[in-house]
């Protein structure tokens, strides 16, 4: 079946601080990626949809220039959390689509939880 | 490593029939969440199970927590064209610092 991976899995950093999460298809090309932003015992937050060798379209009120999101190729898409602060600490979640269809399937990394201290 | 297997992949029913999908871990769970996902939207979080045994209700939707928190369901009962989407169930993973995804559950309402 389709995987999806992501690394860190964890990663704590201080205030001020660049995190880069890293979102791979392992075996089927993805051509649109999505990141999430989850909070404990809350819905998955769509933050952006990311499509290959385009900019990355962001949901209203998250800011593209602190959540950079890069999609380089079919198989990686990857968000930087540039000069994080306490209040980006949460649980990072993307996905892949097969296809290039809105109802196209979903598969889903593991998540990556920040904790910027 | 760990692994949410979850089946069916699709289920074909008629408007008023029930529905149910399931969700079975290789290791033990400290709690279970489950998602609906529209066609075009994204996964919206319709409830976590923490208890062994525990059940819960959300109107025609009732949630299952195995005893041996390995296992768990969700039936929804006369299904409704509302109700079409795909349901996921997913679990903390081996560092706890991850969520599992079962495959999902595409229900499709039979015209």
């Known amino acids: 079946g389709a995987v999806v991976s992501q690394h860190p899995s964890r990663v704590i950093c201080k205030s001020g601080t660049s995190v880069k999460i890293e979102c791979r298809s392992l075996?089927?090309?993805?051509?649109?990626m999505f990141w999430y932003r989850q909070f404990p015992k809350q819905s998955l937050m769509l933050m952006a949809t990311?499509?290959?060798?385009?900019?990355?379209?962001?949901e209203q009120g998250v800011e593209k220039d602190k959540f950079l999101i890069n999609h380089a190729s079919l198989t990686l898409s990857t968000l930087t959390v540039t000069s994080a602060h306490p209040e980006d600490s949460s649980f990072y979640i993307c996905?892949?689509?097969?296809?290039?269809?809105?109802?196209?399937?979903?598969?889903f990394g593991p998540g990556t939880r920040l904790t910027v201290l | 490593g760990q692994q949410v297997m979850q089946i069916p992949q699709y289920q074909h029913v008629q408007e008023g029939e029930d529905f149910t999908t399931y969700c079975n871990s290789s290791?033990?769970?400290?709690?279970i969440q489950w998602y609906k996902q529209r066609p075009g939207g994204h996964p919206v979080f319709l409830i976590q199970?923490?208890?062994s045994g525990e059940v819960k209700k959300q109107k025609r939707l009732t949630f299952q927590f195995g005893e041996a928190k390995k296992n768990s369901s969700l039936h929804i009962t006369a299904t409704q064209t509302t109700d079409v989407g795909t349901y996921f169930c997913?679990?903390?993973?081996?560092?706890?610092?991850?969520?599992?995804w079962g495959a999902g559950t595409k229900l499709i309402i039979k015209p």
């Open positions: 290791t033990t769970l400290s709690n």
């Open positions: 990311s499509n290959e060798g385009s900019k990355a379209t962001y």
């Open positions: 996905s892949a689509r097969v296809g290039t269809s809105g109802r196209g399937e979903q598969f």
């Open positions: 199970l923490v208890k």
């Open positions: 075996d089927f090309q993805a051509t649109t």
């Open positions: 997913a679990g903390p993973g081996d560092s706890n610092y991850q969520l599992i």
